[in-house]
């Protein structure tokens, strides 16, 4: 099976701006979650997609959104950039199953200037 | 913030010797897992403890699981160059859902040729 994939990998955004970050899962997943890393707060769970419904959420403001589609491929969405934004982005899938393993993408790296 | 704490944040060894890794979380948990990350890039997922065992192995790798003292470690013996890595410890606190996983601030592992 193929792995998570996540697009764009590297992104450059300035202040203000917008930005949508896309995740497939594994074939066959159904639960999708992001999280946010940077050097200073390390890894921090943004919130978690489950058949199209968000079932569990972090502590971001809510410039931080997301959504799933039928297909299980899921987006976020950061509105407003700001400097502190700048982070790598990594999306998980976990399958049916209720097995709690989290398989992660590669990330997409944004860069807010 | 972050549940969990990981000691030491770094460490040096020769190709050959065993790593151990330590980390602390302050909530009680249905799993904890570990996870290593390549120079930024996504996560691999190693190994999952779930909190009625207490130990487990994985090829070269041990953990070890005290839900007395809140705390787990992870030992990876015969190191090679490519365990290289930053290792991080993962809980799903108990009502907070399977795929909330609270990371440590990771351990960042060199192994020297």
């Known amino acids: 099976k193929a792995g998570v994939t996540q697009t764009p990998r590297y992104l450059i955004k300035t202040r203000g701006q917008q930005v949508t970050l896309s995740c497939s899962p594994i074939s066959g997943h159904r639960s999708v979650s992001w999280y946010q890393q940077t050097p200073g707060q390390g890894l921090q769970f943004l919130f978690e997609y489950f058949s199209e419904t968000q079932r569990n959420k972090g502590n971001f403001p809510g410039r931080f959104s997301g959504r799933q589609f039928s297909n299980s491929r899921s987006e976020m969405n950061v509105s407003t950039l700001e400097l502190g934004d700048s982070a790598l982005y990594l999306c998980?899938?976990?399958?049916?199953?209720?097995?709690?393993?989290?398989?992660f993408g590669p990330g997409t790296r944004l860069l807010v200037l | 913030s972050q549940q969990g704490e990981e000691d030491p944040q770094a460490l040096s060894i020769q190709e050959g010797e065993n790593a151990t890794m330590n980390c602390s979380y302050k909530t009680s948990i249905n799993n904890l897992q570990w996870y290593r990350q390549n120079s930024g890039r996504g996560l691999v997922h190693l190994i999952l403890?779930?909190?009625?065992?207490r130990e487990k192995h994985s090829g070269r790798l041990r953990v070890t699981l005290d839900t007395s003292k809140k705390s787990s470690s992870l030992l990876i013996t015969a190191s090679r160059a490519a365990d290289t890595a930053s290792y991080f410890c993962?809980?799903?606190?108990?009502?907070?859902?399977?795929?909330?996983?609270?990371f440590g601030q990771g351990t960042r592992l060199t192994i020297n040729p």
């Open positions: 998980a899938s976990t399958s049916i199953s209720g097995q709690e393993t989290q398989y």
């Open positions: 403890i779930r909190s009625n065992e």
């Open positions: 993962a809980t799903d606190g108990i009502g907070q859902g399977a795929q909330k996983l609270v």
